[in-house]
């Protein structure tokens, strides 16, 4: 029979984050790092944790808002955990979910906390409209610089370079040349 594991699940919003901060002073034996937005759906690490562990096991994670971004998201994830036999720690809300037990409080302040968090992201991102909102009224807010050159690419296409090469050569997806190629014969 297999030993069982503490396993970490870290995950920070985009590559340039860092994960330094997550799970400082706490032990474990295998851990998976995801750098990824958790209202994502494509969270390749998290799909390996789950997988990985077996019954017995403890996951860690640094806080609730670190494994998902909504409170059906956690409820769903800690419940599969419990399902197969794992229990779940977090750490910044000093929470188990044990897989040998229910406890009626913790379940109560997992669902309560996570329905928090999630509010709380929420709230930002429409504090975050309000202010571009504004900003544009005022003629402050330009929006995102663009970080495609349409017209070099539209250059290498007339000059004869495939839709996929050129992709290549600008490091952008297939289907952005082929938007940019569209909408430059709508234009004209």
């Known amino acids: 029979m297999s030993k069982h594991q503490t396993v970490a699940y870290i995950r920070v919003s985009s590559s340039q984050q860092s994960t330094d901060r997550q799970l400082v002073n706490v032990s474990y034996d295998k851990e998976f790092i995801e750098k990824a937005s958790a209202k994502s759906t494509e ?11 077996r019954e017995g096991d403890v996951v860690v994670v640094h806080s609730m808002d670190r494994l998902a971004r909504n409170t059906k ?32 409080i913790n379940n109560l302040m997992l669902t309560m906390l996570g329905a928090v968090a999630q509010f709380e992201r929420e709230l930002i991102l429409e504090r975050q409209r309000e202010g571009i909102e504004a900003a544009k009224q005022k003629g402050l807010y330009k929006g995102r610089s663009a970080s495609i050159d349409r017209q070099e690419i539209m ?21 952005s040349v082929s938007r940019i190629i569209k909408e430059s014969k709508n234009s004209k």
């Open 43 to 53: 969270r390749p690490q998290l799909n390996a944790m789950l997988e990985h562990v």
């Open 73 to 104: 998201d956690l409820l769903e994830i800690v419940e599969n955990l419990k399902e197969k036999g794992v229990s779940i720690r977090f750490i910044k809300e000093n929470l188990t979910f044990s897989a040998d037990g229910e406890n009626s």
């Open 155 to 175: 250059r290498d296409i007339n000059n004869g370079l495939s839709v996929r090469k050129t992709a290549s050569k600008h490091n952008i997806a297939v289907s």
